[in-house]
């Protein structure tokens, strides 16, 4: 089956940094997306991305389908920016969503 | 909307016990996926049904699972006998499906915590 990585599986920052979470996927997909789940587990849709660039806010995302792997940026990093970020690859022939594995992202104040 | 609604947020039980977990999806989405969270396996697909209907349940552990979708609002997942090895976040998640374009963004709901003796 598809193999979803992504990297680094840990981060600490210092607040007011910024990073680049990455996540990389072993098959063609339709469609991306990433996630935030919060300290208190909710997971929040963060983009929905299947190719070129978006961004909200301090967060933006890349998506290069035809190498195979998408990058999440965090600017100005703040403490409630805390919790894993996960990446979503949505298969094409089976039509169902598969996580990666996840990058815990830790802010200091 | 007030968005994917499971409940309950917490389920302790013991084992042997059925457990029964309940999801509304977002009125008007027609597909919807069942997951379970631990830490040594992350986020696993168990089920997704599409209008109603099953299309893949390749990720339920065994027969001690069941899922079912009655309705286009609501979902139940069943489990039955429980184990302590069942114990884990179940997260339900809709999305509204497209087949020409695939363009679907999932929707969660808060989980159920479930936890078996």
């Known amino acids: 089956g598809i193999q979803v990585e992504q990297s680094p599986p840990d981060l600490i920052l210092q607040e007011g940094a910024n990073s680049t979470l990455r996540c990389n996927f072993s098959d063609s997909v339709n469609n991306l997306q990433w996630f935030h789940q919060n300290p208190w587990g909710q997971l929040i849709n963060l983009f929905y991305i299947p190719s070129g660039t978006k961004q909200n806010g301090r967060l933006s995302a890349t998506t290069v389908a035809t190498e195979r792997y998408s990058l999440l940026y965090i600017s100005s990093s703040q403490t409630t920016d805390s919790g894993v970020y996960f990446c979503a690859v949505l298969l094409r022939r089976t039509y169902k969503y598969i996580f990666g594995t996840g990058t815990r992202l830790k802010v200091l104040a | 909307d007030a968005g994917v609604i499971q409940s309950p947020r917490h389920e302790v039980t013991e084992m042997g016990q059925e457990v029964t977990l309940r999801c509304k999806p977002i009125?008007?989405?027609?597909?919807l996926f069942w997951y379970r969270q631990t830490m040594m396996r992350g986020l696993e697909l168990l089920i997704y049904?599409?209008?109603?209907?099953?299309?893949?349940d390749s990720g339920m552990p065994e027969d001690r699972f069941s899922a079912k979708m009655p309705n286009a609002s609501f979902s139940t997942l069943k489990i039955q006998p429980s184990e302590p090895r069942d114990s884990a976040v179940y997260f339900c998640a809709s999305s509204l499906f497209q087949w020409k374009t695939a363009n679907e963004k999932l929707f969660f709901g808060s989980g159920t915590q479930l936890s078996v003796l």
């Open positions: 049904f599409n209008n109603n209907v099953p299309i893949d």
């Open positions: 009125s008007g989405h027609n597909s």
